[in-house]
């Protein structure tokens, strides 16, 4: 378990089968935290590990705030050129590109290989599939830093000074280097007896811990106690799910939540619905807020737009419930006795009125 601590606010698809040999396919266009350079970044998502401190459950699909575990990591990393899962398919939000190590469990440096496989770009974000609290501005400060300074990776830190190698970017180069340097000597070779792009093809990486990978590294470190939480034990699913639910996050989990069912990748203002949906409750009546923001997705959509045309139809919305409301405090209250009705209505003159 990584140490926790509060701070403040902070479908179903696959691509070719495991260990494909057609390599990455393309991946949707690039979204928001692409890396740096034209080329923007892959990332490998580790996700076939044995959970035994959860007693063997199926950790990925564990779902904290309605969602699998694998689904939140995936949508941090969205922006990624390919992003390569390592474990066994399954459904998952976004189209991905499987792989697995050979044989299966054979630990962390093993399954970074096999990913590493079907990944071209310099930059390669790595991650385990059981951080709840990562997000996509985790990933560009990492990308960032990473592109920033002539490290071989940037890594986070935990709440205790602990570094998270699998919450990290790294150059991928100086992966393929080191874990062909770790194969040539599990082989018994000399350093320069092998060609580094023949060992790196099968690597024998199995049961390696990843601080023989680390250790190797020239690592820069960010410190970062929310994004480097993982979900190692059911008291961590537990404050994973309870911290969601806190006041600060809840309408940002939910709204995330919300997206990634519908298919919707649309980032809004979510205070100028919320401020609509105030005005219409108030001025209009109390049922009017859902119903009117629900008329002003639907209007945006059938627009085609984005974000500005949620702000337009919000802004609309707002001021004829603005309107409404102050037509409504104009109109002078009946006296004490008349009727509430029109000086030209026509009475009802049926024989039961």
């Known amino acids: 378990m990584t140490a926790y601590e509060p701070v403040g606010d902070q479908r179903a698809g696959s691509d070719p089968a495991p ?10 266009a690039p979204g928001p935290g692409t890396g740096p350079g034209p080329a923007g970044y892959d990332a490998v998502v580790l996700a076939g590990g044995a959970a035994r401190r959860l007693g063997g459950a199926d950790k990925p ?22 992003t390569v899962v390592v474990a066994e398919p399954r459904p998952t939000a976004r189209p991905v590109t499987w792989a697995r190590e050979d044989p299966p469990g054979g630990g962390p440096l093993a399954a970074l290989a096999a990913g590493l496989r079907h990944t071209t770009a310099e930059h390669v974000l790595v991650v385990s ?14 990308l960032s830093a990473l592109a920033a300074g002539d490290a071989d990776g940037v890594l986070l830190t935990d709440a205790d000074g ?12 100086a992966l393929r280097r080191e874990l062909a340097a770790l194969a040539r000597h599990r082989a018994g070779r000399s350093a320069g007896a092998a060609d580094a792009t023949d060992t790196a093809d099968t ?22 106690a929310v994004a480097s939480f993982d979900c190692d034990t059911w008291d961590d699913i537990a404050t994973a799910r309870a911290r969601i639910r ?11 939540a919300a997206k990634d069912e519908l298919g919707i990748d649309l980032d809004v203002d979510i205070k100028v619905l919320l401020d609509l949906a105030r005005d219409a409750a108030h001025g209009v009546a109390r049922p009017a807020a859902p119903l009117t923001t629900f008329l002003v997705g639907y209007a945006a959509g059938r627009a085609q737009g984005g974000p500005e045309a949620v702000a337009e139809a919000a ?33 009802d003159t049926r024989p039961d009125a």
Not at 203 to 224: N, S, W
């Open 246 to 256: 806190e006041h600060g996050h809840v309408l940002d989990e939910w709204i995330s």
């Open 129 to 142: 599939a059981d951080l709840p609290f990562l997000a996509g501005p985790t990933v560009g400060r990492l």
């Open 19 to 28: 260990d494909s040999e057609a390599g990455p396919g393309p991946d949707p």
């Open 162 to 173: 602990r570094d998270q190698p699998l919450v990290a970017a790294y150059r991928a180069s």
């Open 203 to 224: 690597p024998d990486l199995t049961g390696l811990p990843l601080r023989r990978l680390t250790g190797a590294l020239r690592l820069t470190r960010l410190p970062d």
């Open 61 to 82: 699909g564990l779902r904290v705030g309605g969602r699998a575990l694998l689904d939140r990591v995936l949508a941090a990393c969205a922006g990624a050129r390919t």
């Open 315 to 347: 802004r609309k919305a707002a001021a004829l419930a603005l309107r409404w409301a102050e037509e409504a405090a104009a109109e002078p209250a009946p006296a004490p006795g008349k009727p509430d009705v029109a000086p030209d209505a026509t009475p």
